[in-house]
């Protein structure tokens, strides 16, 4: 009980434990392991042993998973365990001891983990007594981890709390800088032009600061009207015909003079010709995407080159984005394209590489005002990419540069010659796997159309509810549903009500909430009202698929 306090962390305690343990009985051989609440499976914070040198605990029929089972505590010797696996109740892993003793540790009756001693020379060297002994001070061992990991969890909150407030405060610091530097340009260089003293060469670069300024505005304006649209799933798609090359070249004679400034060296790839290539997608983002990676390439290089261009490379699913809606129209490409924008630029830090994308983030958060830009760059590129069917990614080295690699499905004009069709691969993908029976519970129709787009993509039934009480009538009438997802916002009857109505006559059925408001409390309530998981909306198409993976397959 003292050491719970006194130690810094449950490795710090677990190792005193150990110590303490060891001048009762024998502990040569010792191990500590904790039930891991979210997969269930067993962690491993300690380990000692003379044999054997294990660096993760085995997955399952281990003898500490029969103490998880039964809650009691075993002592057994070689024989014993052998009769076990005879049984099927455990199977064989590492080196079998003679003796084996183990205890579980438990809070309020239940299982939190198991603490085991065990010996490969002495057969004796472990009593009932000890046995006795060691249950008796179990619990003060539990009550001890348990007061720890409560300690640790929330110092790690904490932590989560206090980086989110820097984030916080760096954007917000940033944006005003943002707004107010291009602001402060115009009304500044407005007031020295009524100044009739000053010369015509004065006036024309007042003129041009206070233009240069309005742009930088509009620009910053653009991105958040981007932004909010993209979220608010009001993006439009407009598909048509696109010479590649011709963009290509035109970015190159666009960007040209920009780079040459800065003294860096703008290449295209010699893959570019004269000659037409042709791909069906929307040109607007296809050149929103391009502006805004060469740009971020010059603004963050000082050296050295720019290369951009493509290679058409055969599909890979995982590099596609299946859920976009030109994919779910035509199908999965045989072919894709596989862009690159190339600098020899500041770099990224490995540790921000992922952050780059998330909206308003700059890689660099302690000192955001080097650079100008409101970090929504990328996040625009990011969605306009995926909503074209693509992905990108970036390979990064700090003060080496940067390779921002993103794909498009490769859609010819009016060919389907070469196209697969998205149901037979996944069909191919899933056909291994059983059909779901699913129920959307969601009153937004967009929503709705959202969720049945990325459900096409495994075998499923689906079933629609718009409002909490129809949901409700679905499930009394088809009771097989295997899940359901619920939108808690709903009319006549809200989702967490509809849950609690649902769990009354069925307990099997799987329900995954989708909480509007990532709160925690949010989550918290969903599963107090009986559903087994939540997905924060807007849902994630792979976070949805991992989950239905997660209890179905
Ligand atoms: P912004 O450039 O307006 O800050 P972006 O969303 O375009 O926003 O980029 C986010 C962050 O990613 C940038 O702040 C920068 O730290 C990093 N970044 C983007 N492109 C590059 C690049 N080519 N080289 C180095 N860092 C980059």
Redo the contacts with the bound molecule.
Sequence with gaps: ATAAITTDNLSQLTNLIHNELGKLIDTKNFYLTLINPQTNSLNFPFFVNEIDNLSSFPDNKTLAHLIVKTKKSLLLSKKDQEELEKRGEIAGYGTRPVIWLGVPLKINNEVIGVIAVQSYKDKLAYTHEDQEVLEFISGQISMAIYRKKAEENLKEALLKAEESDRLKSAFLANMSHEIRTPMNGILGFSQLIKDTSISSEEHAKYVEIIEKSGERLLNIINDLVDISKIEAGQMDVYISKCDIHEQLQFLFTFFKPEADIKGLNLKLDPIVTKDKLNIITDREKLYAIFT??IK??I???RKGEIQFGYNIVDSRLDDLNSSSKLIIEKGIPSKMIEFY?K?T????PKD?IKA??DRF????IED?NV???????????QAYIEMLGGKIWVE?EENK??R?YFTLPYFKEGEKGEQINTEAIEENISSNKKTLKILIAEDEKISDAYLTAILKKINSKLYHASNGKQAIDIMKENPDIDLILMDIKMPIIGGYEATQEIRKFNKKVIIIAQTAYALAGDNAKAIKSGCNDYLPKPVDSNELINLIDKYFY
């Design positions: 805004n990676l971020n390439a603004k963050y290089s924008v600098d630029g500041i770099g990224i921000r780059i994308f983030v700059q890689a660099d955001s650079f100008e830009g409101a970090g929504l760059g990328l996040s625009i590129t990064s540069g940067s921002f």
